[in-house]
């Protein structure tokens, strides 16, 4: 109810903000100024139009995951199948850096204006992805850098982990535990702000613990 009436207030701001920018510009601005504030109009109402989806609980917050090919599919896959685990909503594309920037940039976009809260990026070899994902949005990009070519993965493990200043990307291990703990990570994020989340989290390592306890029991030796 709480996080409702937040949102309520947000979007009753938003309605006050689109009323008074109209005011202004009809006794302000000179008519040569109208195709410009027809734009910012045009944003502002976009995000009247969000809001008043999140409100009506039309936009779910969600991770998406971007991969650079097809062929890493068989990598990612593992990360989904965390999420499916969680009941944590996910998207996965095929989107490269290179060969689909545009593709790219417009997606990420469009996915975080529909709820994406963290944005995964996986990719092989020169692993531009995920930094090409983190200057197109301000939400958290974990970044899986995927073996393959000469060096078996240490290439795209050190081109994704080497941003600069100010425009992090949270890179885990090569492969396939990589495409494992981006998920964990992304849902340890999403946690922050979601109870129900985290208690599956605290769940999951105590049953965890308990497997390495049985996995123990079936093969230990001690000396009394």
Known sequence: MKKRGRLYRMFLKLCLKILKGIAFAW?????????ALLKVFCARLQDFVRFYKIFKGLVVDFVSIVMG?????????ECAEVFKKFDVPYEMIVSSAHRS????????????SRGAQVFIAAAGMAAHLAGAVAAQTCKPV????L???????????LSTVQMPSSMPVATVTIGKAGAINAAYLAIQILSLKNDEL???????????A???????????????
């Open 147 to 157: 073996g393959g070519g000469a060096l078996d993965g240490l290439d795209s493990l």
């Open 210 to 224: 308990k497997k390495v306890e049985l996995d123990s029991s079936e093969i230990e030796v001690r000396i009394d």
């Open 101 to 112: 920037p545009e593709r790219t940039k417009e997606y990420i976009k469009d996915a975080q």
């Open 27 to 35: 006794v302000k601005l000179p008519s040569k100024h109208w195709q």
């Open 198 to 208: 985290a208690g599956k989290l605290v769940q999951d390592r105590m049953m965890k």
């Open 142 to 145: 974990i970044g899986v850098p």
């Open 69 to 77: 090919s097809k062929s890493d599919f068989s990598v990612m896959s």
